[in-house]
């Protein structure tokens, strides 16, 4: 990436093309949901109950505010938030099982989370992680944004990388002399799944 910045590689508009119809179907704006949750701390028995309990009465339109103070003594408390469906980010999963393709409006529910965090800025403007603590969140769906595919400018970041992969392997095999014979390459069926 230094070297397209120093001027050292260049890559064309046609390289990047190329690179982007080969890899058009995974380059994507993921799927984003906003809501406004109950969270109630733990795991116990008790908590999930509220959590039943709490599904119940954001389904009759209670705001989320007001049922979080009818469970204040279960120290329950609001959570506003927007989610981006990333799956490497494997913390959120139980929320996307069931929040994936939720509409605004809808009530998701009860669900277990654990190791969330919120970021906030502390009185110098540095962003702060500050740690939700781990227990039953439902929630009431405020917004949703569509899963959407990336334009050609939008992508080229994401492709920069493969583009030079590919360049700078070239040039070392042009610079040392390193032919690849295909028809001599074993076939990869011979091996088998061990």
Same mark, same amino acid.
């Given at each position: 990436?230094?070297? +397209?910045?120093?001027?050292?590689?260049?890559?064309?508009?046609?390289?990047?093309?190329? !690179?982007? *119809?080969? $890899?058009?179907?995974?380059?994507?704006?993921?799927?984003? #949901?906003?809501?406004?949750? +109950?969270?109630?701390?733990?795991?116990?028995?008790?908590?999930?109950?509220?959590?039943?309990?709490?599904? $119940?009465?954001?389904?009759?339109? &209670?705001?989320?505010?007001?049922?979080?103070?009818?469970?204040?003594?279960?120290?329950?408390?609001?959570? !506003?938030?927007?989610?981006?469906?990333?799956?490497?980010?494997?913390?959120?999963?139980?929320?996307?099982?069931?929040?994936?393709?939720?509409?605004?409006?809808?009530?998701?529910?009860?669900?277990?989370? $654990?190791?969330?965090? *919120? &970021?906030?800025?502390?009185?110098?403007?540095?962003?702060?992680? $500050?740690?939700?603590?781990?227990?039953? %969140?439902?929630?009431?769906?405020?917004?949703?944004?569509?899963?959407?595919?990336?334009?050609?400018?939008? &992508?080229?970041?994401? %492709?920069?990388?493969?583009?030079?992969?590919?360049?700078?392997?070239?040039? %070392?095999?042009? *610079?040392?002399?390193?032919? #690849?014979?295909?028809?001599?390459?074993?076939?990869?069926?011979?091996?088998?799944?061990?």
């Amino acid at each position: 990436e230094m070297a +397209v910045q120093e001027s050292l590689i260049t890559i064309t508009d046609q390289e990047y093309e190329n !690179e982007f *119809e080969i $890899r058009r179907a995974e380059l994507k704006h993921p799927e984003r #949901i906003a809501f406004t949750g +109950v969270l109630v701390p733990g795991g116990t028995p008790e908590s999930r109950a509220a959590g039943a309990e709490i599904v $119940r009465k954001l389904h009759t339109n &209670s705001p989320p505010g007001d049922v979080a103070k009818e469970f204040a003594p279960k120290s329950a408390q609001v959570i !506003e938030a927007e989610l981006e469906n990333d799956p490497s980010k494997r913390k959120f999963a139980p929320f996307w099982e069931q929040a994936s393709g939720a509409s605004v409006g809808d009530v998701v529910g009860p669900i277990f989370i $654990r190791e969330w965090t *919120e &970021s906030t800025q502390d009185a110098q403007g540095k962003v702060v992680q $500050r740690p939700y603590p781990d227990g039953v %969140l439902v929630c009431l769906i405020t917004g949703r944004t569509d899963e959407t595919p990336k334009t050609l400018e939008e &992508s080229k970041p994401q %492709l920069q990388r493969n583009v030079l992969y590919a360049k700078v392997m070239e040039q %070392l095999r042009t *610079e040392n002399g390193v032919q #690849i014979f295909e028809d001599k390459l074993p076939d990869p069926g011979m091996y088998d799944a061990q």
